[in-house]
Protein backbone atom coordinates (compact mmCIF):
# COMPACT_ATOMS: atom_id res chain seq x y z
CA UNK A 1 0.00 0.00 0.00
CA UNK A 2 1.34 3.69 -1.03
CA UNK A 3 2.36 6.10 2.10
CA UNK A 4 -0.15 8.30 0.47
CA UNK A 5 -3.20 5.44 1.30
CA UNK A 6 -2.44 5.20 4.98
CA UNK A 7 -4.18 8.52 6.68
CA UNK A 8 -1.98 10.07 9.33
CA UNK A 9 -5.04 11.65 10.93
CA UNK A 10 -8.57 10.79 10.98
CA UNK A 11 -10.82 11.42 8.36
CA UNK A 12 -14.58 11.68 9.44
CA UNK A 13 -17.30 9.97 8.10
CA UNK A 14 -21.16 10.87 7.04
CA UNK A 15 -23.84 8.54 7.75
CA UNK A 16 -27.50 9.12 5.90
CA UNK A 17 -31.16 8.18 6.55
CA UNK A 18 -32.91 7.53 3.76
CA UNK A 19 -35.80 5.76 5.74
CA UNK A 20 -39.19 5.82 4.21
CA UNK A 21 -37.72 7.33 0.93
CA UNK A 22 -38.48 5.54 -2.67
CA UNK A 23 -35.59 5.97 -5.12
CA UNK A 24 -36.02 4.80 -8.43
CA UNK A 25 -31.97 3.93 -10.11
CA UNK A 26 -31.42 3.65 -13.72
CA UNK A 27 -28.56 1.12 -15.43
CA UNK A 28 -28.43 0.08 -11.34
CA UNK A 29 -26.94 -3.80 -12.36
CA UNK A 30 -23.59 -2.72 -12.19
CA UNK A 31 -20.64 -0.22 -11.66
CA UNK A 32 -21.71 3.25 -10.68
CA UNK A 33 -25.35 2.32 -10.84
CA UNK A 34 -25.42 -0.78 -8.61
CA UNK A 35 -23.21 1.42 -5.82
CA UNK A 36 -25.59 3.88 -5.68
CA UNK A 37 -28.58 1.19 -5.02
CA UNK A 38 -26.64 -0.59 -2.63
CA UNK A 39 -25.67 2.94 -1.26
CA UNK A 40 -29.66 3.80 -0.73
CA UNK A 41 -31.12 0.25 0.64
CA UNK A 42 -28.20 0.37 3.09
CA UNK A 43 -29.62 3.77 4.63
CA UNK A 44 -32.90 2.15 4.50
CA UNK A 45 -34.45 3.67 1.36
CA UNK A 46 -36.51 1.53 -0.66
CA UNK A 47 -34.75 1.59 -4.39
CA UNK A 48 -36.03 0.36 -7.39
CA UNK A 49 -33.58 -0.70 -10.19
CA UNK A 50 -34.48 -0.30 -13.40
CA UNK A 51 -32.07 -1.69 -16.05
CA UNK A 52 -31.87 -3.48 -19.54
CA UNK A 53 -29.73 -6.20 -17.80
CA UNK A 54 -31.32 -8.99 -16.11
CA UNK A 55 -30.87 -10.26 -12.66
CA UNK A 56 -32.03 -12.45 -10.58
CA UNK A 57 -33.96 -10.47 -7.60
CA UNK A 58 -31.86 -12.49 -5.05
CA UNK A 59 -28.81 -11.41 -6.42
CA UNK A 60 -29.82 -8.19 -5.25
CA UNK A 61 -29.55 -6.45 -1.39
CA UNK A 62 -32.85 -6.50 0.76
CA UNK A 63 -34.63 -3.17 0.13
CA UNK A 64 -33.91 -3.28 -3.79
CA UNK A 65 -36.78 -4.33 -6.30
CA UNK A 66 -35.86 -5.64 -9.95
CA UNK A 67 -37.62 -3.73 -12.86
CA UNK A 68 -36.79 -4.58 -16.44
CA UNK A 69 -36.65 -1.70 -18.45
CA UNK A 70 -35.22 -0.31 -21.63
CA UNK A 71 -34.51 3.49 -20.69
CA UNK A 72 -34.81 4.78 -24.91
CA UNK A 73 -38.10 3.43 -25.06
CA UNK A 74 -40.55 6.21 -23.48
CA UNK A 75 -43.30 3.69 -23.07
CA UNK A 76 -41.32 2.07 -20.80
CA UNK A 77 -40.22 5.00 -18.66
CA UNK A 78 -43.42 5.98 -17.95
CA UNK A 79 -44.32 2.33 -16.76
CA UNK A 80 -41.57 1.88 -14.12
CA UNK A 81 -42.14 5.36 -12.59
CA UNK A 82 -45.99 4.82 -12.37
CA UNK A 83 -45.20 1.43 -10.91
CA UNK A 84 -42.87 2.57 -8.63
CA UNK A 85 -45.83 5.49 -7.15
CA UNK A 86 -48.39 2.79 -7.22
CA UNK A 87 -46.49 0.00 -5.51
CA UNK A 88 -44.45 2.41 -2.84
CA UNK A 89 -46.70 5.32 -2.97
CA UNK A 90 -44.32 8.53 -4.33
CA UNK A 91 -40.99 9.34 -5.51
CA UNK A 92 -38.25 11.09 -3.68
CA UNK A 93 -35.20 10.26 -5.72
CA UNK A 94 -34.59 9.43 -9.46
CA UNK A 95 -31.40 9.10 -10.74
CA UNK A 96 -30.40 9.22 -14.06
CA UNK A 97 -27.52 6.27 -14.40
CA UNK A 98 -28.35 4.43 -17.57
CA UNK A 99 -25.51 5.02 -20.17
CA UNK A 100 -23.84 3.23 -22.86
CA UNK A 101 -20.27 4.17 -24.97
CA UNK A 102 -20.05 1.11 -27.84
CA UNK A 103 -16.46 0.59 -28.61
CA UNK A 104 -17.74 0.98 -32.15
CA UNK A 105 -18.37 4.75 -31.00
CA UNK A 106 -14.43 5.45 -30.64
CA UNK A 107 -13.66 6.95 -33.79
CA UNK A 108 -13.67 10.28 -35.73
CA UNK A 109 -16.94 11.58 -36.56
CA UNK A 110 -16.50 11.41 -40.53
CA UNK A 111 -16.15 7.68 -39.87
CA UNK A 112 -18.96 7.49 -37.39
CA UNK A 113 -21.90 5.19 -37.98
CA UNK A 114 -25.23 6.75 -37.92
CA UNK A 115 -26.68 3.35 -36.03
CA UNK A 116 -24.22 4.17 -33.37
CA UNK A 117 -25.11 8.12 -32.96
CA UNK A 118 -28.88 7.33 -32.88
CA UNK A 119 -28.69 4.33 -30.15
CA UNK A 120 -26.34 6.33 -28.14
CA UNK A 121 -28.40 9.24 -28.00
CA UNK A 122 -31.39 7.66 -27.92
CA UNK A 123 -30.14 5.92 -24.45
CA UNK A 124 -28.01 8.21 -23.04
CA UNK A 125 -30.03 11.84 -23.87
CA UNK A 126 -33.41 10.73 -24.34
CA UNK A 127 -33.73 8.09 -21.86
CA UNK A 128 -32.75 10.78 -19.09
CA UNK A 129 -35.40 13.35 -20.62
CA UNK A 130 -38.11 10.31 -20.71
CA UNK A 131 -37.22 9.38 -17.22
CA UNK A 132 -37.28 12.74 -16.06
CA UNK A 133 -40.65 13.62 -17.60
CA UNK A 134 -42.38 11.12 -15.85
CA UNK A 135 -40.48 11.31 -12.25
CA UNK A 136 -40.91 15.40 -12.52
CA UNK A 137 -44.37 15.35 -12.97
CA UNK A 138 -45.19 12.92 -10.10
CA UNK A 139 -42.46 14.91 -7.86
CA UNK A 140 -44.43 18.55 -9.05
CA UNK A 141 -47.71 16.49 -7.75
CA UNK A 142 -45.58 16.02 -4.76
CA UNK A 143 -44.28 19.34 -4.42
CA UNK A 144 -41.02 17.59 -3.23
CA UNK A 145 -37.85 15.29 -4.88
CA UNK A 146 -34.72 15.25 -6.20
CA UNK A 147 -33.53 14.03 -9.88
CA UNK A 148 -29.84 13.41 -10.03
CA UNK A 149 -28.11 13.00 -13.67
CA UNK A 150 -24.85 11.47 -13.95
CA UNK A 151 -22.88 13.11 -16.67
CA UNK A 152 -19.21 12.57 -17.16
CA UNK A 153 -15.82 14.35 -17.17
CA UNK A 154 -16.19 14.15 -20.80
CA UNK A 155 -18.91 16.64 -20.54
CA UNK A 156 -16.72 19.19 -19.69
CA UNK A 157 -13.70 18.49 -22.20
CA UNK A 158 -13.11 16.25 -24.98
CA UNK A 159 -10.30 14.09 -26.27
CA UNK A 160 -9.74 12.50 -29.90
CA UNK A 161 -11.94 10.21 -31.30
CA UNK A 162 -15.22 10.53 -29.08
CA UNK A 163 -17.69 12.71 -30.56
CA UNK A 164 -20.42 11.22 -29.47
CA UNK A 165 -20.69 10.46 -25.88
CA UNK A 166 -18.82 13.47 -24.74
CA UNK A 167 -21.47 15.82 -26.55
CA UNK A 168 -24.35 14.07 -25.05
CA UNK A 169 -22.97 13.93 -21.21
CA UNK A 170 -22.32 17.79 -21.84
CA UNK A 171 -25.87 17.89 -22.58
CA UNK A 172 -26.85 15.76 -19.77
CA UNK A 173 -25.61 18.76 -17.63
CA UNK A 174 -27.39 21.20 -19.23
CA UNK A 175 -30.52 18.78 -18.82
CA UNK A 176 -30.03 19.25 -14.50
CA UNK A 177 -29.44 23.10 -15.00
CA UNK A 178 -32.58 23.40 -16.77
CA UNK A 179 -34.89 20.97 -15.13
CA UNK A 180 -33.36 22.33 -11.36
CA UNK A 181 -34.61 26.01 -12.61
CA UNK A 182 -37.39 24.92 -14.36
CA UNK A 183 -39.05 23.33 -10.80
CA UNK A 184 -37.28 25.27 -8.23
CA UNK A 185 -40.38 26.43 -6.99
CA UNK A 186 -42.11 23.08 -6.38
CA UNK A 187 -39.91 22.48 -4.00
CA UNK A 188 -37.60 19.89 -6.58
CA UNK A 189 -33.60 19.95 -6.79
CA UNK A 190 -32.11 18.60 -10.01
CA UNK A 191 -28.45 18.55 -10.09
CA UNK A 192 -25.70 16.51 -12.17
CA UNK A 193 -22.73 14.44 -11.34
CA UNK A 194 -19.49 14.13 -13.51
CA UNK A 195 -17.34 11.12 -11.90
CA UNK A 196 -13.68 11.24 -13.67
CA UNK A 197 -12.73 7.40 -14.40
CA UNK A 198 -14.33 5.17 -12.28
CA UNK A 199 -13.66 1.35 -12.14
CA UNK A 200 -16.38 0.05 -13.72
CA UNK A 201 -16.85 -2.40 -16.16
CA UNK A 202 -17.56 0.73 -18.83
CA UNK A 203 -14.09 1.92 -18.11
CA UNK A 204 -12.75 -1.36 -17.97
CA UNK A 205 -13.75 -2.37 -21.29
CA UNK A 206 -12.16 0.89 -22.84
CA UNK A 207 -8.63 0.95 -20.73
CA UNK A 208 -6.49 -0.31 -23.75
CA UNK A 209 -7.70 2.70 -25.67
CA UNK A 210 -6.75 4.77 -22.73
CA UNK A 211 -3.77 3.87 -22.50
CA UNK A 212 -4.02 1.19 -19.48
CA UNK A 213 -4.94 1.18 -16.20
CA UNK A 214 -1.68 3.09 -14.88
CA UNK A 215 -1.42 5.90 -17.51
CA UNK A 216 -5.18 5.98 -17.12
CA UNK A 217 -4.68 6.53 -13.07
CA UNK A 218 -1.74 8.92 -13.81
CA UNK A 219 -3.77 12.10 -15.05
CA UNK A 220 -5.60 12.48 -12.30
CA UNK A 221 -3.97 14.34 -9.78
CA UNK A 222 -4.85 11.79 -6.60
CA UNK A 223 -3.03 9.18 -8.43
CA UNK A 224 -5.84 6.71 -9.14
CA UNK A 225 -9.16 5.86 -10.52
CA UNK A 226 -11.87 6.10 -8.33
CA UNK A 227 -14.44 3.66 -6.97
CA UNK A 228 -18.11 3.65 -8.03
CA UNK A 229 -19.30 4.04 -4.16
CA UNK A 230 -17.19 7.39 -4.06
CA UNK A 231 -19.59 8.24 -6.96
CA UNK A 232 -22.63 6.82 -4.80
CA UNK A 233 -21.78 9.06 -1.70
CA UNK A 234 -21.65 12.19 -4.10
CA UNK A 235 -25.08 10.95 -4.48
CA UNK A 236 -26.52 10.16 -1.06
CA UNK A 237 -24.89 13.78 -0.43
CA UNK A 238 -26.61 15.77 -3.19
CA UNK A 239 -29.82 13.90 -2.78
CA UNK A 240 -29.73 14.84 1.51
CA UNK A 241 -31.53 17.71 3.26
CA UNK A 242 -28.03 18.63 3.71
CA UNK A 243 -27.99 19.62 0.16
CA UNK A 244 -30.82 21.97 0.31
CA UNK A 245 -29.88 24.51 -1.13
CA UNK A 246 -28.00 23.01 -4.18
CA UNK A 247 -29.64 23.02 -7.45
CA UNK A 248 -29.04 23.34 -11.08
CA UNK A 249 -25.17 22.38 -10.91
CA UNK A 250 -22.93 20.11 -11.56
CA UNK A 251 -20.38 18.44 -8.73
CA UNK A 252 -17.30 17.04 -10.65
CA UNK A 253 -16.25 13.60 -8.55
CA UNK A 254 -13.02 13.57 -10.87
CA UNK A 255 -9.55 12.88 -8.57
CA UNK A 256 -8.56 16.53 -9.77
CA UNK A 257 -8.79 15.38 -13.18
CA UNK A 258 -10.43 18.59 -14.30
CA UNK A 259 -8.68 21.02 -12.82
CA UNK A 260 -5.27 19.30 -14.68
CA UNK A 261 -4.41 21.99 -17.40
CA UNK A 262 -2.90 19.89 -20.42
CA UNK A 263 0.16 22.69 -20.39
CA UNK A 264 0.85 20.71 -16.87
CA UNK A 265 3.92 18.73 -15.98
CA UNK A 266 2.52 15.47 -15.91
CA UNK A 267 2.93 13.39 -12.96
CA UNK A 268 6.23 10.69 -12.76
CA UNK A 269 5.57 7.77 -12.71
Not at 16 to 41: E, K, P, Q, S, W
Not at 61 to 78: I, K, N
Not at 135 to 155: D, E, F, I, K, Y
Not at 203 to 208: D, E, G, I, K, P
Amino acid sequence: MKKSDQPLRPLGTVKYDNHGRVVLVTGGCNGIGRAICDGFASSGATVVCADVATVLQDQLPAGVLFQSVDTSVEEQCRAVVEWTVEKFGALDVLVNNAAIQPKASYTSVDQLDSSELERMTRVNFFGYTFMAKYALGQMRRQQSGVVVNLSSGQGHRTARQVPVYGPIKAANLLQAMQWGVEYARDGIRVVSVSPGAIDTPLVRASLAAQGGEEALANRHPIGRIGRPEEIANAVLWLTSGDASFVTATDLEVDGGLGAFGAFADPYQR
